[in-house]
DNA sequence: GGTTCCTCGTGAAACGGTTCATAATGTAGC
DNA sequence: GCTACATTATGAACCGTTTCACGAGGAACC
C-alpha cells in the first residue's frame, strides 16, 4: 500500500492519469466493462486497486439519476413487530436486489419529517412509512414529487397512496369480544395516543363491541393512555392503576411489549392472571406463547404486510395505488382464559 | 395546487427563474437566510412553495460535501439485542443531530459489503458494522480512505479501528461455570458458526472453563451449529438432538431467541426444565424473566454499547481509535436452578 | 462631492461522475 | 487502393447544488 493522501478521495480522473486513460474510460470500465479491451481494463482497474478508489455516489446519481435502495420509517425499531416486518420487506427486495434503510420515527412527526426529507434528498426510489399522525399531507406531497410512498400498518385516507395494512378496529374487537365471553363487563385498555391510528382504530375496535353488546362503553370501558410503547411504558401504566387502588378484571393491552410490562407488575404484586385479572395483548410476538402465562395475543400477519407492501412500491410510481387490508386474528392463551377442566 | 410537470423536479434554476433572481439567492435563501433581504426571501419561499422543490441531496453532497448521517449493520434486524443496541445508538446521535440508517446483513458477508459500499458512496460520516466475518480487511481500507468505522460488538483485531465490544469469552465462561456449579458434567451448546466471532468467543469460553474444571472438552461438550440464529433455529436444533436419542442434562444457548425455540420444544416434549434439562440463554432480552421457565441468561449492557459506539464515531475520524470491552454479567433464573426450599 | 463601508445580489466555477457524438485505428471486401 | 464497417477510446456537455470573488447601490462621514 502506497502512501495515502491525507485527504480528498481519489476521484475517477485520478484514477484515468494513473492508468494513462480518459476519464469516460475509466467509467466504462466501471460500468460497461465488456465495451472496453481487456489489456486497458486490466491497466485501470490496477489504477482503481491502487489508489482504492470509490465511486462517489452522489456524483454518480446525480447524473444517472435514480438508486435501487428503498426507505421504511417505522415507529420503534426496538419492536418486534415493526422488525418482523422489516424482515419482510427485505426478503422481498432481496429477490429484485433492492436495498433497504430502517429509521425510527419513535412516534415523532419531526422526526419522520427529517427522514423523509433525508430519504428524498437522497432519491430512494420509494419510501414506506408507518406514519406518526394522522396528517399525511406531507406523504401526497412527495408522491407528486415523483417518490413512491406507501403506507405501513395504516389504511390510507387518499385514493391515490397505496396502503398495505391490518385491520386493527376488527383487532379491537376481537379482543374485547373475547374478554366478554370470558365474562368481563368492564375493560381497562392500556393504549397509545390516538394520534397513533393504529391505537385509535382498536379504540374504536372496542367501544363497538362493548356497545353491540349493550354495555355502556362510557363506563365499561377506562382508557389510560401509556407514556411509551413497550414494558416500562406498560409497568408504569400498570402500577399506576393499581396504586389508585383499582383493580380491574381485564387488561387489553397495545402491545404485547406493554402486556410484557403487565405481566412483570402483577407478577410481583402477586395478581393471579388470569383468575385475578386477564390480560390479552397485541401482535402475538414470538416470546408470548413462552410466557410464565402465555399471552392471549392479536396475530397480524407482520411477514406478509411486509412483504406486500415492497411488493407495491416495486411495482413502480404508474401503478396504479391498492390498498390491501389484511384481517387479524385472535390467539386464545392461559392469560385471558382459565384452562377447561 | 397548480399541476404538475409529470417528470423532471424542480431544480433551484426553476424557483430562481420563478422568484427573478439568481441561482444564488435561491441557495443563499436555503442555507443563510440571514444574507437575504425579508422581501426577496419570501419571494423565493413562495416559489419554493409554489414547486414543491425539494433539494437534490445528491447535488448538495457532491458540492458540499459530508453529512451527518452514520449508518450501522447489524446481522439480524428482527434480533432484540441488536434493535436494543441500535436504540442506545440513536439516542446518542440525537444528541447530536445526527441520522441513522440501520441495515442488516443477515450473516452474509455479500450483503455486508453491499450495504458498506452503498453507505461509503453515499458519503456518510461513518458506519457502525457487526462484521460477518473474521476478516476486517475491507473495513480497514474503508477506514483509511476517510470513513469512520466502528466495530460493534466484536474486539478489534486492528489497534487503528476503534470497536465496543462485550467480552464473549468470558460470557461463555459465566455460563458454563453456572452450569458446573449446578451440578452438570456434559453441556450442549448450540452455537452459531465459529465465523461469527461472537459465537467461537464464547465457544473458547465455555471449552476454557469446562478445562479448569478438570473435565475434558472433547466429551464435555458437544456443539451443535444452529441453521439461523432464531427460535425456529433452537427449536430445529433441538429436535434433531432429541431425536437422535440424546437427552443431555444442559443446554446453553446462543442467544435467547434460540433458548425461546428451545424451550417451546421441551415442554411440547414434556421434558422439564431444570429438571430433565437445564437451560442458558445468552443477551437477557426483555422476555426473558417473564417467560414459563424464566430463563437463564447472560447480560450484556446493549444501551451502553451502542450510545459508546456512536461516542467514538462522533470523536471524528482523527481521535484514536479505543477499544471499550464491557463485561458480561449471568443473571440466574429458573431454567437453571431448581428454587431453593 | 468624494471616499469608505455595508448590505444584497450576481454569475460562474467547482464537485465527480455518466453519456454521447465523434475520432482514431484496424479489418474485410472488392 | 478504396470504401465500408467494427471496435475502442476520447473529450466535452451535463446533472443541481454551494461557494466566492465581485459589482451595484446606499448610507455615513469628513
Redesign the pocket.
Known sequence: MTQQAAH??????D??RAA?????????V???P????P???ERVEAAIEELS????G???Q????TITTIGAIVLDIANPFFTDVARGIEERLDRDDFTLMVASSDDDPDREQRYLRLFEEHGVQGVMVVPATDDIEHLLAMRRRGTGVVLLDRPSSDPSISSVAVDDVRGGELAARHLLDEGHTRIVFLNGPHTIRQCADRHEGVVKELAAAGLDPASALQEITVTSLNAEGGEAAIRRLLESGERPTAVFCVNDLVALGVLRTLRTENIAVPADMAVVGYDDVAFAAELSTPLTSIRQPTHELGARAADLLLSGPDATAEHVMFQPTLVVRGSSSMPAR
Chains 1, 2 share one sequence.
Do not use: K, P, Y
Open positions: 480528498r478521495r481519489a476521484s475517477i480522473a484514477v484515468a494513462g486513460v480518459s476519464v469516460g474510460t475509466v467509467s466504462n466501471l460500468n460497461r465488456e465495451r472496453v479491451l489489456a486497458t481494463r478508489f470509490v465511486r462517489n452522489s456524483a454518480r446525480l447524473r444517472a439519476g
